[in-house]
T-cell receptor, first 116, second 113 residues
């Protein structure tokens, strides 16, 4: 069965520090997709990134970067030079490729607080 | 503007009084899904639909019903709400069932007394 673990319930750092949010997943499929979503204090859920299981290249988008390692079943998210606006709950998610079913499983989330 | 619209946004009701949370998307997405968000549990999938007239259970379907008679609408029905269904509910849609990014509604906070 698929499972997503975000072991860090809450993280608090001072502005401008780098911070890494961990995500470990379990799946029996060889084809799957991983996602990160952001939920700021206003409550909406915002898509950040999608990565398929065949693409292990790291991704960088501005201050955000993602490290996908199939060997450790991890898809970690790093924010460089954090800012107060990065304060949010971040969710990692997994979906397995199966045309007959489509469950997208979310982790329990990591609440990130950036202190000024 | 592309969006997923949920109504109501806030609702307080009593045990046993049937209610429906509506969800509508204007992006012609085939895939739609309902989630509930509870502290410490993240987002849990209730039901999903891969197309019109095709629905299936997620991880926590007990106490809920859905229907998908039109592509744009995916209402969530609580036939006899109970206090353990007090939660924050999100509707989401996507262009592809398992590969596309999810577009979420703004959420519906439901309290069952």
């Amino acid at each position: 069965a698929q499972k997503v673990t975000q072991a860090q319930t809450e993280i608090s750092v001072v502005e401008k520090e780098d911070v890494t949010l961990d995500c470990v997943y379990e799946t029996r499929d060889t084809t799957y997709y991983l996602f990160w979503y952001k939920q700021p204090p206003s409550g909406e859920l915002v898509f950040l990134i999608r990565r398929n299981s065949f693409d292990e290249q790291n991704e960088i988008s501005g201050r955000y970067s993602w490290n996908f390692q199939k060997s450790t079943s991890s898809f970690n998210f790093t924010i460089t030079a954090s800012q107060v606006v990065d304060s949010a709950v971040y969710f990692c998610a997994l979906s397995e490729y199966d045309s007959s079913a489509s469950k997208i499983i979310f982790g329990s989330g990591t609440r990130l607080s950036i202190r000024p | 503007e592309a969006q997923v619209t949920q109504n109501p946004r806030y609702l307080i009701t009593v045990t046993g009084k049937k209610l429906t949370v509506t969800c509508s998307q204007n992006m012609n997405h085939e895939y739609m899904s309902w989630y509930r968000q509870d502290p410490g549990l993240g987002l849990r999938q209730i039901y999903y639909s891969m197309n019109v007239e095709v629905t299936d259970k997620g991880d926590v379907p007990e106490g809920y019903k859905v229907s998908r008679k039109e592509k744009r609408n995916f209402p969530l029905i609580l036939e006899s709400p109970s206090p353990n269904q007090t939660s924050l509910y999100f509707c989401a849609s996507s262009w592809a069932s398992d590969t596309g990014e999810l577009f979420f509604g703004e959420g519906s906070r439901l309290t069952v007394l």
